[in-house]
Structures are given as C-alpha cells and as structure tokens.
C-alpha cells in the first residue's frame, strides 16, 4: 500500500512536468521562424489560434478567426482561413482526447483507480495553475542558486549578463517627470558632448579623449550633461558599444552625493562599489571589485564632486586620490561643476576638460526626438528660429537640461519664449507649477503660488544645511520644515502629503529618490533659483551667506539680482569678494549703480586684454554685452574698438571670443568683416560656433569664391548649413569645391540621423 502511494505521488509529478514541458515546448513552436515566408507565417499564427483554444478548452471559434485575418495582403480566402483553423483546431482535439483516454485506460481497476482518476481529473482541470506555480518553483530555485552562487568566477558571465541588462533596463529611457507619457529614448535623445582643454586639441568629442587618456576630470556648468553622459556611457557599455577602448572596461557609475562621509576609506569606498553592483543585479560582487580594480577591468565613474557637502569634500577628494593611488590601473572619470572644481585631481588624472555649451547643430540633433510629438504649426525649424531672435534664452537652449525645459515647453504648453532668463525661471517654474495630471486630466487641488513657497523653503533649507547633502532632504525633515510653512498658506498638517505629491507627480521639480525616504530637486539650478526667490527680501543674510561660500552660493546670487529691484549694494560686496561673481551678476541685475557698474566693466576689460586664460572673462562680459540697454551697448562698441586696432591680435582674438558668446546676429557682421585677416584665424573658429547664425554671412563670403569659407559651412554642419552648400553646386566657378563638401556634410547628417549618438 505505501509503495502504490509513492507510485501515485510519482505518476502525478511525472504527469504534471509533462504537461508543463508539452505547454513550454508548445509555446516556442508558436514563435515565427526568421526564414519563413509571409504566407506560411500568418498560417502558423493561425493555428496556433486554434492551438491554444485546444488547450484552454475552448470552443471552435471560425469567425472570430476569419474576422481577424479577413484583411490580408497574401491572398488567403475566408474560407481558407477557415478551413485551415478548422482543420488544425480538430486535430488538435482528436490528440488531446487521445492522451486523455490513453491516460485513463492505463488506471488500475476498481476503487484505486477511480481515485487516481478523480485526482488525474481534478490535475487537468487546475493545469494551468500547476505550470503558473512550476514555473514560479523554477523561477524561485534560480533565483535562489544564482543568490547562492553569484559572485563565483564560474558565475561572472552570469554576472555581467544580469549587469549588462540592469544597466540597459535603468538608462535607456530619459524619464521625464512633467511629460509621464513620453520618456524618451536615450539612444536618440544623447548627443555626443564635445570638450576642449586638452593641449592637443582645441575641440574634442568625448570618446576621442577616452581614447587617448585613461584618467579624466569633465567639468561643465550646472545642466551641461555630465550626468546624462555617465549614464549613456553606461549604457553603450551594456549594449556593446565601447569597441573602441581596446581594454574592454567595465563601468560602474557611483553619484558621490550618495556617499556616507563619515568614516569613509579606501577598503569603505570598495564596499560601496560592490554595493552599486548588487543594486545593479550582480550581487556579491566583493571578489569581482577586488580583482577588477586590481587588474584593471573597471572603469569608474565619479559624478558630482560639487554635490558632496562643502564640508566633507575634501576628505572625499583625499580618499579619492588614495584610492586611485592604490588602484592605478583603472581607468576613471571624475564629474564636477566648474565653478566648484579647484584642480584638485591634477596629479592623479592625465587631462581636465570642460565641456563646451551646446552648438547649433547640436541643439537641433537633441530635438530630433521632440520632433514627432510637437503639433501641427510648430517644428524645430520654427524653434529654432525663436531661440536665434532671444541671444539670453539661445545661451539657455546651449544647456542640455534647460533645452529639455524648452523644447518641453514649447512642444506641449502655449508657452511663449520670453527673452531674459529670470523671466524664463519665473514662467516656467509657473507653468509646470500649474500642471494637472496628464494621466486622469485632473485639476490641481492646491494652488501654484503655495506649492512655489514650499519649493522656496526646502530650497532655502537645504543650501543652508552645511550638515546636509546640499541635494538631498529626507521626508522626516520636510513634515518638520512643512509644520512651519502651512499654518502661513492657510493650510492644515493634513495637507503635507497631498502637496507634496502634487509637486512631484505633475511638476517634477521636485523627485522622490530612496523609495520616498529622500527628495531632491530635479536640478541643482532649480533648487538655486527657488533659494533666490525664498531670499528676495533678505539682501543683507544672503550677502553674510555668499561670504562665508562663495562657491555654494554664487548661482544664488546671480538670479537674486535678477529678482530684486536694485542690486547696487549687494553686487558691490561680491565684488569685494569675487569680481567675475560680480560681472555674472551685472548681467541679470535690473538696477545697478552706474559707478559700480563701470567700475567692474573696467576692470574686466583690462582684464580681458591681459589674462592668457580669458574664457570666464570672455563669456561674462560677452552677458552683458548682449543686454540691448545701454551699458551693453557701450561693451559692444568696446569689442568693436579693440577689433579695429591696428596691431595686437592677442587682443582682437580675446574681443573676437567675447563677440561671439553674445549670439548676436550683429556680432557677426562684426566678426565677418576679419575673416580674410590671416593673424586672425580665431574669426573662423568664432564663426563656426556661433552656427546657424553665421551661416548666411558664410554664403557670402564663399561667393566671394572663399574655399574656407565653404569648409566653415561644412565645421557647422548643420540643415541650414547643406542648404547653403547645395547652392554652390548650381555656381560654374564653385561647383568643383562645393561637391565633396556637399557629399561630406550630408554623409554627416545622414550618419547621425541614422545612429543613436555614438558616445
């Protein structure tokens, strides 16, 4: 007898594999073979209808099939489509009562087998659950063994493979918080970041510098994209995609704001590695870290020295540079702001590059994947040609994070471009504010200005926190900071989680990270421009402020003096402090004694013509000189002056740079009338960045049977810039000149439409 029950149990678990593994193999033979036809595929798609009504035990259902293919392009009838149903659906139940019977007819006679008959009938009837449920167990079992085991030499394919599709999974989609429907893919949506610094080059793609440096600092403006290329190289790496760094690295992307500064080592710095990995799928990676750095095998990625406490930033740069000491094989980039980067790594990395603003063409390539989504009466062209006539919004658009606002913007709102950047803050702050829920169209419960005055708290609360991850406040300090401001907008405790959702779910400024335990701001420039608003009226606590930081609030007080009516006195003492801050602010400020005002321009201009290193100088009084009052007026007549001098081109090549960062189309008229001058080669340079705004000057000049000219036009590469070309293929003198660069220009558009952004 307890033989015959450990039979039963036996035949039932036999019995129940082999129905799961019949429904496995039955499902892989209903995928389409690549070799076969149109014909045979719709006719293996129709059977495999009447395959799985077999199973489910459902009726014949002829029409539903004819209705569904009635409409095909390879000459089936309905009745064939019938017939070949009908015929395939009664086979497979011929077979099945076959198995069922043959089943039944091996039972034991009497009373036992009606037992096993009942059980066997009661298995058939809960089939599916028993394959849902085995396929679990076997889900559950890998699971289990690849917990078990991950980490081993044997399993580190295993490893890679779920690190490589963990990565895919994470990056390959640019969420975007105020669009929740449409995130867009990385693959298109990335464009390749040019830099410049390196003393062989002027102007580099990224993946060429990693070609030949192993050790990199990229430092960029805040938005530039230092974090959005962490992550595409990521991803590249997981699509197999880095052929051209010969070691084949892997990388591991750790955000340093997320380090725990206490106690943090080299061996505590490895830990954390191995933990980046585990969240990434590939647990127990401790004996791959070790060997990898070791030997060479990872390529690690440090994005966001500026996001780590001032206070604690120099123990982590220290631990940093030991730990790059000790495993000096590795190949590494580190990410950080310009303006907070002190050239802290010079000894420990090859080269430092800055990332250079957006071109054009650039601009252009990254709204090629809004331009699908934007409604009739509006393009890119049209975009584009807004950005050129507001030179303070096109230095905005050279930013891939404020671009993404833009083209946001303009694609999904009647939002109007307005023409200073403290107006686009205010308006777009605004209007994301005042978003709805896209998903269920339904109304704000609370109003913008209320949700804006808790932004300007927390935004407040967190650059004053030098205790605290300047990015980061936990969900247990904004109830405390919210207990203070709601009793002030008329709201109840009540309102605290209601609020903040709706900022977060339809606004996106603010982002729930850790799984809501913490929140950050979506970009440190916003969490910035809603401190200056949460300062408005505190000029004296916000001058105390940028003394004790310059670096932590130099941003703040550039668009407080956008903010306030009269900057006079504060600009005044950030000049005492920091006169490029002060410059910066001269830019945005609405009201400025004239004195101190001229008193700075002065001193930057000598500046300007004395300092080998002008880039900073350059771009900031390059800001004020596009301002249309009066003061830009006399700066662009300053650069003018100093273009027209008789000698020194080291000066007429710093007006030249200066010129150009104004993306005034009045600049390059200016900077047109130096093209033929050979000590002046930095004219062309000037040129070619200021992109679709040059191109028609160009046409002009290459009429003048100018080859250069044709190859500036080529360097920008823009739409704008092939059009032009292809008119010199109808000129008899250029013709010849102009063909290889029209073939050259549009191979290279072509290429980039076509590829996804090689990194």
């Given at each position: 007898?307890?033989?015959?029950?450990?039979?039963?149990?036996?035949?039932?678990?036999?019995?129940?594999?082999?129905?799961?593994?019949?429904?496995?193999?039955?499902?892989?033979?209903?995928?389409?073979?690549?070799?076969?036809?149109?014909?045979?595929?719709?006719?293996?798609?129709?059977?495999?209808?009447?395959?799985?009504?077999?199973?489910?035990?459902?009726?014949?259902?002829?029409?539903?099939?004819?209705?569904?293919?009635?409409?095909?392009?390879?000459?089936?009838?309905?009745?064939?489509?019938?017939?070949?149903?009908?015929?395939?659906?009664?086979?497979?139940?011929?077979?099945?009562?076959?198995?069922?019977?043959?089943?039944?007819?091996?039972?034991?006679?009497?009373?036992?087998?009606?037992?096993?008959?009942?059980?066997?009938?009661?298995?058939?009837?809960?089939?599916?659950?028993?394959?849902?449920?085995?396929?679990?167990?076997?889900?559950?079992?890998?699971?289990?063994?690849y917990q078990q085991f991950s980490g081993t030499a044997f399993f580190e394919d295993i490893n890679l493979k779920s690190y490589r599709q963990a990565l895919i999974k994470k990056y390959e989609k640019l969420k975007i918080i105020f669009r929740p429907?449409?995130?867009?893919?990385?693959?298109?949506?990335?464009?390749?970041l040019k830099v410049s610094g390196s003393k062989e080059y002027k102007s580099i793609e990224v993946d060429n510098a990693l070609k030949d440096y192993k050790r990199l600092v990229i430092k960029g403006a805040p938005g530039s994209g230092k974090s959005?290329?962490?992550?595409?190289?990521?991803?590249?790496?997981?699509?197999?995609?880095?052929?051209?760094?010969?070691?084949?690295?892997?990388?591991?992307?750790?955000?340093?704001?997320?380090?725990?500064?206490?106690?943090?080592?080299?061996?505590?710095?490895?830990?954390?590695?191995?933990?980046?990995?585990?969240l990434n799928d590939f647990p127990k990676a401790d004996r791959f870290i070790t060997e990898g750095l070791r030997k060479g095998r990872i390529f690690l990625l440090f994005d966001g020295l500026d996001e780590v406490n001032i206070s604690a930033r120099?123990?982590?740069?220290?631990?940093?540079?030991?730990?790059?000491?000790?495993?000096?094989?590795?190949?590494?980039?580190?990410?950080?702001?310009?303006?907070?980067?002190?050239?802290?790594?010079?000894?420990?990395?090859?080269?430092?590059?800055?990332?250079?603003?957006?071109?054009?063409?650039?601009?252009?390539?990254?709204?090629?994947?809004?331009?699908?989504?934007?409604?009739?009466?509006?393009?890119?062209?049209?975009?584009?040609?807004?950005?050129?006539?507001?030179?303070?919004?096109?230095?905005?658009?050279?930013?891939?994070?404020?671009?993404?606002?833009?083209?946001?913007?303009?694609?999904?709102?009647?939002?109007?471009?307005?023409?200073?950047?403290?107006?686009?803050?205010?308006?777009?702050?605004?209007?994301?504010?005042?978003?709805?829920?896209?998903?269920?169209?339904?109304?704000?419960?609370?109003?913008?200005?209320?949700?804006?005055?808790?932004?300007?708290?927390?935004?407040?609360?967190?650059?004053?926190?030098?205790?605290?991850?300047?990015?980061?406040?936990?969900?247990?300090?904004?109830?405390?900071?919210?207990?203070?401001?709601?009793?002030?907008?008329?709201?109840?405790?009540?309102?605290?989680?209601?609020?903040?959702?709706?900022?977060?779910?339809?606004?996106?400024?603010?982002?729930?990270?850790?799984?809501?335990?913490?929140?950050?701001?979506?970009?440190?420039?916003?969490?910035?421009?809603?401190?200056?608003?949460?300062?408005?009226?505190?000029?004296?606590?916000?001058?105390?402020?940028?003394?004790?930081?310059?670096?932590?609030?130099?941003?703040?007080?550039?668009?407080?003096?956008?903010?306030?009516?009269?900057?006079?006195?504060?600009?005044?003492?950030?000049?005492?402090?920091?006169?490029?801050?002060?410059?910066?602010?001269?830019?945005?400020?609405?009201?400025?004694?004239?004195?101190?005002?001229?008193?700075?321009?002065?001193?930057?201009?000598?500046?300007?013509?004395?300092?080998?290193?002008?880039?900073?100088?350059?771009?900031?009084?390059?800001?004020?000189?596009?301002?249309?009052?009066?003061?830009?007026?006399?700066?662009?007549?300053?650069?003018?002056?100093?273009?027209?001098?008789?000698?020194?081109?080291?000066?007429?090549?710093?007006?030249?740079?200066?010129?150009?960062?104004?993306?005034?189309?009045?600049?390059?008229?200016?900077?047109?009338?130096?093209?033929?001058?050979?000590?002046?080669?930095?004219?062309?340079?000037?040129?070619?960045?200021?992109?679709?705004?040059?191109?028609?000057?160009?046409?002009?000049?290459?009429?003048?049977?100018?080859?250069?000219?044709?190859?500036?036009?080529?360097?920008?590469?823009?739409?704008?810039?092939?059009?032009?070309?292809?008119?010199?293929?109808?000129?008899?003198?250029?013709?010849?000149?102009?063909?290889?660069?029209?073939?050259?220009?549009?191979?290279?558009?072509?290429?980039?439409?076509?590829?996804?952004?090689?990194?």
């Amino acid at each position: 007898m307890i033989k015959q029950k450990y039979l039963l149990r036996l035949f039932i678990l036999t019995l129940s594999l082999s129905i799961f593994l019949g429904s496995v193999s039955s499902s892989y033979s209903q995928n389409p073979s690549s070799n076969l036809s149109s014909k045979q595929m719709v006719i293996k798609e129709i059977k495999g209808y009447a395959q799985r009504h077999v199973d489910n035990n459902e009726n014949m259902k002829t029409e539903v099939i004819i209705e569904l293919y009635k409409d095909n392009t390879i000459g089936l009838t309905k009745v064939t489509i019938a017939e070949i149903y009908e015929t395939e659906y009664a086979r497979l139940k011929q077979v099945k009562n076959q198995d069922s019977n043959s089943i039944f007819s091996q039972l034991p006679k009497g009373l036992y087998g009606w037992i096993v008959a009942a059980v066997l009938f009661i298995l058939l009837i809960i089939r599916d659950l028993i394959k849902e449920l085995l396929k679990t167990s076997f889900k559950n079992i890998s699971n289990w063994v690849y917990q078990q085991f991950s980490g081993t030499a044997f399993f580190e394919d295993i490893n890679l493979k779920s690190y490589r599709q963990a990565l895919i999974k994470k990056y390959e989609k640019l969420k975007i918080i105020f669009r929740p429907n449409y995130p867009l893919d990385m693959r298109t949506v990335y464009v390749p970041l040019k830099v410049s610094g390196s003393k062989e080059y002027k102007s580099i793609e990224v993946d060429n510098a990693l070609k030949d440096y192993k050790r990199l600092v990229i430092k960029g403006a805040p938005g530039s994209g230092k974090s959005m290329f962490c992550r595409y190289f990521c991803l590249s790496y997981a699509e197999g995609k880095l052929n051209y760094l010969l070691d084949k690295p892997i990388p591991i992307l750790l955000e340093l704001h997320s380090l725990k500064h206490s106690n943090l080592t080299v061996e505590n710095l490895e830990k954390i590695l191995v933990k980046v990995c585990a969240l990434n799928d590939f647990p127990k990676a401790d004996r791959f870290i070790t060997e990898g750095l070791r030997k060479g095998r990872i390529f690690l990625l440090f994005d966001g020295l500026d996001e780590v406490n001032i206070s604690a930033r120099s123990s982590v740069i220290e631990v940093i540079k030991n730990f790059l000491d000790t495993y000096d094989k590795c190949r590494v980039i580190i990410t950080c702001r310009t303006a907070v980067y002190q050239n802290q790594f010079f000894d420990v990395v090859d080269q430092t590059l800055d990332i250079e603003e957006f071109r054009d063409k650039q601009i252009r390539d990254f709204l090629k994947e809004w331009k699908s989504q934007m409604s009739p009466g509006k393009s890119v062209e049209q975009l584009m040609e807004q950005l050129r006539k507001r030179p303070k919004i096109m230095e905005l658009a050279r930013n891939p994070l404020l671009l993404t606002m833009i083209a946001y913007l303009y694609t999904d709102t009647p939002f109007i471009l307005p023409h200073s950047r403290i107006e686009f803050y205010q308006k777009a702050t605004d209007t994301l504010l005042e978003l709805r829920d896209q998903i269920k169209n339904i109304r704000n419960e609370y109003e913008g200005k209320n949700k804006r005055r808790i932004l300007q708290s927390l935004a407040l609360y967190l650059s004053n926190s030098p205790q605290q991850d300047r990015r980061e406040i936990s969900y247990d300090i904004i109830i405390n900071k919210l207990k203070e401001v709601l009793p002030s907008l008329n709201l109840s405790p009540s309102d605290t989680n209601p609020i903040i959702k709706e900022i977060c779910d339809r606004s996106g400024l603010l982002l729930r990270i850790d799984g809501g335990e913490n929140y950050k701001f979506a970009h440190l420039s916003l969490q910035e421009y809603f401190a200056a608003e949460a300062l408005r009226g505190s000029e004296l606590e916000l001058i105390n402020k940028f003394k004790i930081d310059t670096v932590a609030w130099r941003e703040i007080v550039k668009l407080w003096c956008g903010l306030a009516t009269d900057s006079t006195n504060l600009i005044r003492e950030v000049y005492e402090k920091d006169p490029l801050a002060a410059l910066e602010c001269l830019a945005d400020a609405q009201l400025v004694d004239e004195t101190l005002a001229n008193k700075i321009i002065e001193h930057f201009k000598q500046e300007l013509l004395n300092q080998e290193d002008t880039e900073n100088i350059a771009k900031a009084l390059a800001a004020v000189a596009a301002d249309y009052r009066p003061r830009g007026e006399a700066l662009l007549q300053f650069l003018v002056d100093i273009m027209n001098e008789d000698d020194n081109s080291s000066h007429k090549q710093a007006a030249a740079k200066t010129l150009s960062y104004t993306n005034l189309p009045k600049a390059v008229y200016i900077l047109a009338e130096y093209y033929h001058q050979p000590h002046l080669l930095q004219v062309r340079q000037e040129l070619i960045r200021m992109g679709d705004l040059a191109v028609s000057t160009l046409e002009s000049i290459a009429m003048e049977n100018c080859v250069q000219a044709m190859d500036d036009l080529v360097a920008i590469g823009t739409p704008d810039a092939a059009d032009t070309l292809e008119k010199f293929l109808h000129n008899p003198q250029l013709k010849e000149e102009a063909a290889y660069r029209v073939a050259a220009v549009l191979d290279k558009l072509k290429e980039d439409e076509n590829s996804s952004g090689r990194l």
